[in-house]
C-alpha cells in the first residue's frame, strides 16, 4: 500500500505536476474546441434549414390564398389552392401545411379549414400570441420583413418558424403568416455531437494523463542521472565528470556547468591540499631549527653566553614562526572575505611620495637609486592601508633582487578611466618557467642569486599584492628579463566621484 507520505512525495515531484499539467491542458483544449465545433455545426444546421424553410415559404406564397371583404368580416378565408392531381404539387402543399399559422392583423387565426384541427393541437403554442401578431404586422407592413424565431414546442421539440406579412388576393388587408420546421434531427445532431465529446474528453484525460506521465519521465530521466552521478562525487573524488549526452539541450548545459563548478571545487581543493603542506613545511623549519639549538644548548652549553646565543636563535626563529602565522591568518582572513576594506577616494600621488621617501634610506644603504615619476594628483578608489601594503611589497622586492648600483623606479599614469602604476627595477629578473608561480603562497624562485638580502622571504608578500589589486578590481601584469630587471604593472579603475563605501574583499586572489 502507498504511504500518505509517499503520496505526498509523488505529488510534488516535477514529473506528477508536468503530468497533470499536460492532462489539464488537453481536457481544456477539448473542451474549447468541442464548443467550437458545437457552434459552427449548429450554424451550419440552421443555416441549411433556413434556407429550406425560405423555400417553403415561397412556395407558400404562391399556393396560399387569402380572401376577405373586410377586416372584421367572418368569411374571411385562407386556403390552398392547387392541383390535386400532380403528386409533387400536393407533396409540396402537404408539407408546409403541417405547421403553419394565418392570422389576420389582429391576430385572429385563419386557417383552411381542413387543417383547424391539426393547429388547435400541440403547435399552438410555438405561434405568436395575438399582441405578437399585431406589432409585428404593424412593424412588417411599414417595412416588409421576414421574422425567424426557434421555439421549443410542448412535445420537446424544436421548431425553426419564418414568419411575415402576406396580403390578401386582392392586396388590401395584410395577413401574418407563420411556417414552422422541426428541428428534430438538428437537436438530434448535436445532442450525439456533444456525447460524443462528452465521451472523449475522459478518454483525452486519461491519454493526456499517461503520455505526460511517459513524456515527463523521459525527459527527467538525465536528470535522475545527473543526481546520481553527482551523489558519487566526494571530496575524494573530484576527478568524476559527469558525461554529457551530446543533445546540445539545456540539461546538457546543465551537465557543463555542474562539471565546470567540480572542476573550480578541484582546483580550489588542490591548492587547500597544496596550502597545508606548504604550511606545514613553512612551518617545520624554523620547528626543527628552535629545536636544534635548544637541544644543543641543553648538551653542549656550557657557559651563559653560550645559553645565550642559542636562545637568541630560537627567538630569532620563533619571530619567523609568528610571522609566518600572522601573514598566514591575514592572508586567509583577506581570501575568504572577511577582512573589510575601508574605501575612500586616496590621491596616489601622495600615498607614493610618503612610501618612496620611506624606501630612500634602505635603497641607499644597498646602493640602489630610487626614483618616483608621479602626476600632480590621481585619485583611486582603495583602502589606503592596503593600497600602501600592495606598494611596500612591490618595493621591497624590488629592493631585494636588484643589486646595488641598479635602479628601482615607480610611475604612474593616469587617465579618466585608469590608474597604472608601473614598479621597475634592474635586478636579477625572473625566468619563465617561475614567473607563473611567483604568486602562489610561499613561493620563491629557488637560488639565492643576487639577492642582497641573506633573509629569505616568507613567500607571501606577492600573494597578498594579488589578493589586494583583485579586491581593488584591478589586474596585475609582470614582465621580466633574467639578468635585466623586472617590471610588474597594476591597472586599477580610476576613481569617480562618489562617496566612501566599504566592502568586504572577494574570494581568493586570482592573478593576471
Ligand atoms: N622584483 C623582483 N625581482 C626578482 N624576483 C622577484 C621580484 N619580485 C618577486 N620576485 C620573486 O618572486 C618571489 C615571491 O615574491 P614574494 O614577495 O611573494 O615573496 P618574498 O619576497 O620572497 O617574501 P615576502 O615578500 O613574503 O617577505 C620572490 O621570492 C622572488 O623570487
Ligand atoms: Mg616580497
Given at each position: 500500500m502507498i504511504r500518505r507520505r509517499d503520496l505526498r512525495r509523488i505529488s510534488r515531484g516535477l514529473r506528477f505536476r508536468l503530468t497533470a499539467s499536460y492532462a489539464l491542458f488537453f481536457t481544456v483544449l477539448l473542451i474549447g474546441v468541442s464548443f467550437l465545433f458545437r457552434y459552427q455545426l449548429d450554424k451550419a444546421l440552421l443555416t441549411e434549414e433556413k434556407g429550406a424553410v425560405s423555400e417553403q415559404w415561397a412556395a407558400m406564397k404562391g399556393y396560399l390564398r387569402i380572401e376577405s371583404e373586410h377586416e372584421t368580416?367572418?368569411?374571411?378565408?385562407?386556403?390552398?389552392?392547387?392541383?390535386?392531381?400532380?403528386?409533387?404539387?400536393?407533396?409540396?402543399?402537404?408539407?408546409?401545411?403541417?405547421?403553419?399559422?394565418?392570422a389576420d392583423s389582429n391576430g385572429k387565426v385563419i386557417l383552411d379549414k381542413d387543417d383547424q384541427q391539426a393547429y388547435s393541437g400541440y403547435y399552438k403554442d410555438i405561434f405568436d400570441s395575438p399582441a405578437n401578431i399585431r406589432t409585428r404586422v404593424a412593424k412588417a407592413t411599414s417595412k416588409p420583413q421576414p421574422f425567424w424565431d426557434t421555439r421549443w414546442g410542448e412535445d420537446g421539440e424544436q421548431y425553426l418558424i419564418r414568419s411575415g406579412v402576406v396580403w390578401d388576393q386582392k392586396h388590401r388587408l395584410p395577413y401574418y403568416v407563420s411556417l414552422g420546421m422541426p428541428l428534430s434531427s438538428h437537436t438530434k445532431i448535436l445532442r450525439g455531437f456533444s456525447w460524443i465529446f462528452v465521451g472523449v474528453i475522459p478518454v483525452g484525460l486519461v491519454l493526456g494523463g499517461i503520455l505526460g506521465w511517459f513524456m515527463a519521465g523521459r525527459a527527467l530521466t538525465p536528470v535522475k542521472d545527473v543526481a546520481l552521478a553527482a551523489q558519487r562525487i566526494s571530496g575524494s573524488n573530484l576527478r568524476l565528470r559527469i558525461p554529457t549526452r551530446e543533445a546540445g539541450d539545456e540539461l546538457d548545459y546543465l551537465i557543463l556547468t555542474f562539471n565546470r563548478m567540480i572542476e573550480r571545487l578541484e582546483s580550489s581543493f588542490q591548492q587547500m591540499k597544496q596550502f597545508s603542506t606548504d604550511v606545514s613545511h613553512e612551518l617545520r623549519t624554523p620547528i626543527t631549527a628552535i629545536r636544534g639549538q635548544l637541544e644543543v644548548a641543553l648538551f653542549t652549553a656550557k657557559t651563559t653566553e653560550q645559553y645565550r646565543e642559542a636562545m637568541f636563535n630560537a627567538l630569532q626563529d620563533i619571530d619567523r614562526l609568528s610571522q609566518i602565522v600572522r601573514a598566514l591568518l591575514l592572508l586567509s582572513q583577506a581570501e575568504s572575505g572577511q577582512l573589510a576594506l575601508q574605501?575612500?577616494?586616496?590621491?596616489l600621488r601622495e600615498v607614493a611620495v610618503d612610501l618612496v621617501d620611506q624606501f630612500q634610506i634602505p635603497a641607499e644603504a644597498a646602493g640602489v637609486r630610487l626614483e618616483a615619476d608621479l602626476p600632480d594628483e590621481c585619485f583611486v578608489e582603495g583602502d589606503r592601508v592596503q593600497i600602501e601594503r600592495m606598494i611596500t611589497n612591490l618595493l621591497s622586492n624590488a629592493l631585494k633582487f636588484t643589486p646595488a648600483g641598479g635602479e628601482v623606479r615607480l610611475r604612474v599614469v593616469s587617465t579618466p578611466e585608469r590608474v597604472e602604476m608601473v614598479i621597475e627595477d634592474t635586478g636579477r629578473g625572473i625566468?619563465?618557467?617561475?614567473?607563473?608561480?611567483?604568486?602562489?603562497?610561499?613561493?620563491?624562485?629557488?637560488?639565492s642569486g643576487t639577492a642582497p638580502n641573506p633573509e629569505q622571504g616568507l613567500g607571501l608578500g606577492l600573494s597578498f599584492v594579488a589578493w589586494i589589486v583583485k579586491a581593488h578590481h584591478g589586474k596585475i601584469e609582470v614582465d621580466s628579463v633574467p639578468g635585466k630587471g623586472s617590471r610588474f604593472t597594476i591597472t586599477l579603475p580610476a576613481a569617480g566621484v562618489g562617496s566612501d563605501t566599504m566592502e568586504l574583499a572577494g574570494q581568493p586572489a586570482g592573478r593576471s
Open positions: 368580416d367572418t368569411e374571411q378565408r385562407a386556403y390552398w389552392y392547387y392541383d390535386d392531381s400532380d403528386e409533387e404539387e400536393k407533396t409540396i402543399v402537404l408539407d408546409i401545411r403541417k405547421i403553419y399559422l394565418v574605501k575612500s577616494r586616496l590621491n625566468s619563465t618557467e617561475h614567473l607563473p608561480h611567483i604568486f602562489d603562497r610561499f613561493y620563491r624562485v629557488p637560488g
